[in-house]
Structures are given as C-alpha cells and as structure tokens.
C-alpha cells in the first residue's frame, strides 16, 4: 500500500514551458486535491475532484488544469510556466461519503520557474 | 464562510517546555478539525482530528479539545522534544473540503 505518490520530486521550468505533475492513489479514495504552498504559507487548494469524470475549481486555479479519467489517477497540467507558478505542490486524497475523511498527502513537487 | 486563523510563528522553546499552539476557526454547519504536522521536506501527515463539539484529538503526547464555544482547536503538549520541531498547520473539513491555516513553526532546542 503505497499510499499518495507523485512525481516528479523536482522539476525546473523555463517560462512558457508546459508540464505535468503526476499523483496515483491505491486507496481508492473517491476524493483528490492538488494544493500548492508557497515559502512560508499555508497551502491553497488548485483543483479537487470528488470521482472519476469530475473536478472542480479550488482557490487559486488560474494557470493550471486537471483530469480524472481513473479513481487512482489525478495529473496536474502547466501550460504556459511563469515564474509566479514556482512553489511546492501537493497532492492528497480523501476517502467520503460520511464521518470525518482526513487527507492522505503526497511527498510533494518542488517546482521552480525560471 | 470557512477559514482557520492560527498563532503565527515561528515558537522556539527549550526541550520539556510546555507547548500551545492557538487555532480559532470560522466555520457553517460541524466541521470536523484537524492538526497536521509537516516535517522539513516532506508531506503533511494527521497528527490528530476531532469530529465533535468537546472530542479531544490525542496522538503522540500532543492533545486538542474541539471548544465549540470558543471556536477553538488548539494544540498543546505537555514535554516537547527535539523531534517535535516542524511546521503545524491547523485545518477544518466542512462539506468535504478543507481549509487549512497558514501553519505555525516550532522550533524546540536542547
């Protein structure tokens, strides 16, 4: 069971460059996330997805889009880097329909646009 | 609307001091809440959770009561080590989606 993976751990980006960053979960969780965090912030939701076939806006989406075409799979898509898109991203995933559903996070990806 | 507010850091504080870390939270409906810990490097992991008013979340010497009444989560430990330094962040879950606070930096010297 090897729980939220991603990939890759680091990754540098020239500006307008477009990328994809991987996450698979064998949880079968219904619910995944994609958050970044900023040095010394919190995290801010991208995108989340809440099954195969849907996924919706989160706080700061601009820049970035998704897919969910599995249960385990949910990619995270640069299309054109800037550097105000350098930052550590996360990947989690939950597991609902009811009670408290804590996330399971990714290691994370190191990404710097320059 | 949701949001968790959380003391800002970082706390530097000698090995076996007392420990509090302060999270309030604005929140609709029962969120269930949440401490996280964040280890340099690497991902954020449950530290421990409360899905009701008056619970108290307990994992690893660290404690929280879910105060209803004062909209409060915060997170103490009686004995911290040097082990424990790491970033903590506070968060809710409400309707399936999380927010988190802007996480709070301990730093604990021997």
């Known amino acids: 069971n090897a729980g939220v993976t991603q990939t890759p751990k680091f990754r540098i980006l020239k500006i307008g460059q477009s990328m994809t960053l991987q996450c698979t979960q064998d949880m079968n969780h219904n619910y995944m996330y994609w958050y970044r965090q900023d040095p010394g912030m919190g995290l801010k939701l991208i995108y989340y997805?809440?099954?195969?076939?849907?996924?919706d806006k989160g706080e700061v989406p601009n820049g970035y889009n998704v897919s969910r075409s599995t249960t385990e799979d949910f990619p995270l898509r640069l299309e054109l880097a800037a550097p105000s898109q350098t930052s550590v991203y996360f990947c989690?995933?939950?597991?609902?329909?009811?009670?408290?559903?804590?996330?399971?996070f990714g290691p994370g990806t190191r990404l710097t646009v320059t | 609307g949701n949001s968790v507010t959380q003391m800002e850091g970082p706390v530097t504080l000698s090995e076996e001091a007392f420990l509090t870390i302060n999270c309030t939270y604005t929140a609709t409906g029962y969120p269930s809440l949440f401490w996280y810990v964040q280890y340099p490097g690497e991902g954020l992991q449950l530290l421990l959770k409360a899905t009701k008013a008056d619970d108290k979340g307990s994992n690893k010497g660290f404690e929280a009561t879910y105060r209803k009444e004062t909209t409060s989560f915060h997170l103490e430990k009686g004995s911290v080590q040097v082990s424990d330094s790491a970033v903590y962040f506070c968060a809710l879950n409400n309707f399936n989606k999380f927010y988190f606070g802007s996480g709070t930096k301990l730093n604990v010297k021997p």
């Open positions: 997805s809440v099954g195969a076939g849907i996924t």
């Open positions: 989690a995933s939950s597991y609902t329909p009811e009670g408290p559903n804590e996330q399971y």
